[in-house]
């Protein structure tokens, strides 16, 4: 299995409730970002959090990490048409410079 | 806000050709990102720079080559296309250090080798 596994693969939920999307990895890790993409675009950086950190608010965005699990969740509250798209995860580790490995994505589809 | 572009969003190419894709930034960021993205397969890295005339191969290098002369322009060369070569091709910068460490993603292009 690859480092940065989302789970799971799809997940399709109605407006107004929550989304809840997991990451395993493998090694140890700087870092631990979630992007989002739209269908057939680039991605975007939504949040960032440190290895030393176990959780991170950003709007309607919650992200925690788990070291010892080696695991991340992104939870995304009342959800709109508007979050339907794929989500990475993606972890610099340590040692591993600038770059950033990437999970194979959630794609998330949130019906009106 | 970092703007990354991307010289085509969509191309076909016969099988042999030359392929040249080309991101330019605007951030003065110091690091530069090729990946491809297949269904299933997730994003995987091509190659990198860290800074001008600086290459790293990636997890996936072969069939590619990179060219940057200049700090806001990274070029993906594929030396003779093949019909494995069509996928999704994402340029990506990242300031790093105090700049951050997120990734900033050009729309994409996709790349059809018949």
């Known amino acids: 299995s690859q480092q940065g596994e989302e789970d799971p693969q799809a997940l399709s939920i109605q407006e107004g409730e929550n989304a809840t999307m997991n990451c395993s990895y493998k090694t140890g890790i700087n870092n631990l970002q979630w992007y989002r993409q739209n269908s057939g675009r680039g991605l975007v950086h939504l949040i960032l959090i440190r290895s030393n950190e176990r959780e991170k608010h950003s709007g309607r965005l919650r992200v925690t990490l788990d070291t010892s699990k080696k695991s991340s969740s992104l939870l995304i509250t009342a959800s709109r048409a508007a979050d339907t798209a794929s989500y990475f995860c993606?972890?610099?580790?340590?040692?591993?410079?600038?770059?950033?490995?990437f999970g194979t994505g959630t794609q998330l589809k949130v019906e009106l | 806000d970092v703007k990354v572009t991307q010289s085509s969003r969509y191309l076909v190419k016969r099988t042999g050709e030359k392929v040249f894709l080309e991101c330019v930034q605007d951030m003065d960021h110091e690091n530069m990102f090729w990946y491809r993205q297949d269904p299933g397969l997730g994003l995987r890295l091509i190659y990198f720079?860290?800074?001008?005339?600086?290459?790293e191969k990636g997890d996936i290098p072969e069939g590619y080559s990179v060219s940057r002369e200049k700090k806001e322009r990274f070029s993906l060369i594929l030396e003779s296309a093949s019909t494995n070569q069509t996928s999704m091709y994402l340029c990506?910068?990242?300031?790093?250090?105090?700049?951050?460490?997120?990734?900033?993603f050009g729309p994409g292009t996709r790349l059809t080798v018949t």
């Open positions: 993606a972890t610099r580790l340590t040692g591993g410079g600038n770059k950033l490995t």
């Open positions: 720079s860290y800074d001008v005339k600086m290459k």
């Open positions: 990506a910068t990242q300031g790093g250090g105090v700049a951050g460490d997120e990734q900033y």
